[in-house]
């Protein structure tokens, strides 16, 4: 793709801040040397915050025209990201949070992957650093998005690039807290989603992270939508099917072997797309879920022997030694044996 020439659209990127003196100026200057050059930068400040965010901000507006601070009396991120959204005059929108990082190509990337492939709502994968560290995943195909949805956010709001024209139809819910898993979970089925294949951002892990603070809320928005978003995904679906899936997501033992296959089934079914990373976390799910349905016994050992090859994966000889020992000592999850065994697996594996 040709940088900066006059028939290359114009990206706003909303950028919401608060409280983020130490984080802020790494952010905009991430975006200011984005190799993508047609580009505005719309920072909407809010103007509870306590520290110098907003003066940094003011500082690098006077330095370089791009740069739109806005400045709104106190609110939630989403109404921020909406007011970015309505003062924006690009034909995408690109969002970003206060304390991450841009990889200098992730515009330009994300854009001609677009173009190539027809999806209008992108997002990437990410490296994480500062208090946690490692790459995190995202599915590439916009089936594999949908399928993963029902778990987890499945494109990263900071590393998404949305055609305007969907941003400003489709605004955040400013009641919720986890308005942008709400509103993926709404429009999927309208819009072509995809994740560029590659790391075009790094988030930074610290404890005032929103999440973190607001974790309760967080979880119990994402059941809320996660339900409605399963029966609106497959309409034909019973309410135990969509029970059996909300105990994988939550992480919650099954109540019956009966229960646990239906459980598996499910997460076979989402499994089948032509993304194998997808297919593994769904495998490693259905493992998960055994291991914490251990107390049912040995029934629970053979129910998972039954589904597992059906994940076409090869089969782990040593974690299915491990689950059958738990099974037949009728674990229940976080108990102290079992509490103690992952100990001393966890110690030899490192060995």
């Given amino acids: 793709m040709s940088i900066g020439l006059p028939d290359d659209p114009l990206i706003s990127v909303v950028l919401p801040v608060y409280n983020r003196e130490r984080y802020v100026a790494d952010t905009i200057q991430s975006i200011l040397a984005q ?9 909407v400040v809010d103007d509870g915050s306590t520290d110098g965010s907003a003066r940094i901000v003011r500082e690098f507006a006077a330095r370089d025209a791009r740069i739109h601070p806005l400045f709104l ?23 970003m949070d206060d304390d991450d990082v841009a990889l200098p190509d992730r515009l330009a990337a994300q854009l001609d992957w677009m173009r190539r492939t027809g999806v209008e709502i992108c997002g990437g994968n990410i490296k994480k650093f500062g208090a946690e560290n490692g ?9 594999a998005i949908c399928h993963e949805l029902l778990f987890r956010i499945a494109l990263f709001l900071p590393t998404a690039l949305i055609r305007a024209d969907i941003a400003r139809a489709h605004p955040y819910d400013e ?8 509103m993926l979970t709404q429009i ?6 995809g994740n560029l294949p590659q790391i075009v951002l790094k988030s930074r892990y610290h404890p005032q992270q929103i999440h973190v603070i607001h974790h309760n809320a967080f979880r119990d928005e994402q059941r809320r939508y996660s339900l409605l978003y399963f029966h609106a995904l497959f309409p034909d679906a019973t309410a135990e ?21 239906r459980a598996g089934t499910w997460l076979v079914r989402l499994a089948q797309t032509p993304d194998r990373f997808l297919c593994r976390q769904m495998a490693n799910r259905w493992y998960v879920v055994c291991r914490r349905s251990a107390h049912l016994g040995l029934g629970c050992y053979r129910v998972y022997r039954q589904i597992a090859p059906q994940f076409e994966l090869p089969p ?4 299915h030694q491990k689950l059958w020992l738990l099974c037949a000592l009728r674990l229940k999850a976080g108990s102290r044996l079992e509490s103690w065994l992952k100990l001393v697996w966890n110690a030899a594996r490192r060995q």
């Fill in 135 to 143: 790459l995190m995943w995202f599915p590439e195909t916009h089936q």
């Fill in 35 to 43: 190799t993508y050059a047609p580009l505005e930068l719309i920072v």
């Fill in 316 to 319: 782990d000889r040593r974690a």
């Fill in 73 to 95: 009396s106190q609110g939630s991120q989403w109404r921020a990201r909406n007011a970015g959204v309505a003062l924006s005059k690009g034909e995408y929108i690109a969002h």
């Fill in 241 to 261: 099917d969509a029970r059996a899936c909300a105990h994988v997501t939550d992480g919650e033992p099954l109540a019956s072997p009966a229960d646990l296959k």
């Fill in 188 to 193: 999927a089925h309208r819009y072509r989603l």
């Fill in 175 to 182: 009641s919720l807290v986890y308005s942008d898993y709400a």
